[in-house]
């Protein structure tokens, strides 16, 4: 496929995944900055020491192998790289429903991850079949309808939700009628309205995905025994990273008095 096609692709679908497009030595240079690491789950983030050269890393393999333009065609030029996580789970097995799943907004639910168009990098460090715990994703489910935007333009004159890029009118049902958690939704509602792929592979497969489309981790239909060792990295545009994340993040680092809000 050419570079113009898998633009073009990506964009529609919210999601695009490549067999090989790491070495083996390349992948442990990228796993190498969490060996050692014993937690489930570990990050490092923006504003972090060790986090820009574990960025830039990623970064330059990116560039190089012209994966870059997909993030710069999804965001505008400037979008923020702003964490690296490293996350090693053990298979689990659902014995639950999906109405409970979704009751409780459990990560094996579908769900959008509530901050608008954000994409996430995912890289498999370990072997993943369809029955394990890999991620189903409803393609082009990323975007709000013509009335939703149509609906937040105004809001926004009247200074509401400002980077507001949600379905708002689901939302707002889910919310205050249905009594739900409003960026979660029956699987039932999901097959019927979306294509839904199951992302897995052998280790390096790698994806990008939006995760204000609809997804969740797979469900094994079996006991399955095993781990599945991922690293994800987050991506934003700059203008929502300024205007959602950055200042929690000075917070964090002790340096909230030198940041001015800009929307
Ligand atoms: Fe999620």
Redesign the pocket.
């Known amino acids: 496929m050419n570079i113009l096609n898998a633009q073009q692709q990506f964009k529609n679908n919210g999601l695009i995944s490549f067999e090989n497009l790491f070495t083996e030595e390349e992948l442990k240079n990228l796993a190498s900055d969490f060996s050692g690491i014993k937690q489930e789950n570990f990050s490092v983030r923006w504003g972090d020491k060790s986090f820009e050269p574990l960025k830039e890393k990623l970064l330059n393999y990116l560039k190089k192998k012209n994966i870059y333009n997909l993030f710069e065609e999804y965001f505008g030029k400037d979008f923020v790289c702003y964490v690296a996580q490293y996350t090693q789970i053990k298979f689990e097995n659902n014995s639950i429903s999906d109405e409970e799943l979704v009751n409780k907004g459990a990560?094996t639910a579908f769900?959008?991850?509530n901050i608008g168009n954000r994409l996430?990098f995912n890289i498999l460090l370990t072997d993943i079949n369809e029955d394990a715990n890999g991620l189903d994703y409803a393609l082009n489910s990323q975007y709000p309808s013509k009335l939703d935007k149509t609906l937040v333009k105004i809001l926004n004159f009247f200074g509401l939700f400002k980077n507001y890029e949600k379905d708002l009118l689901r939302n707002l049902k889910r919310k205050y009628i249905d009594r739900k958690k409003n960026n979660f939704c029956e699987e039932n509602k999901i097959l019927k309205k979306y294509k839904v792929i199951k992302m897995y592979g052998k280790r390096g497969f790698s994806y990008i995905f939006d995760?204000n489309g609809f997804?969740?981790?797979a469900i094994p239909k079996k006991n399955l025994e095993g781990e599945r060792k991922l690293l994800t990295y987050y991506f934003l545009s700059k203008k929502k990273f300024d205007f959602f994340i950055k200042e929690a993040y000075l917070k964090r680092l002790g340096k909230s008095d030198n940041v001015q809000k800009k929307n």
């Open positions: 990560e769900h959008h991850d996430k995760t997804h969740r981790r």
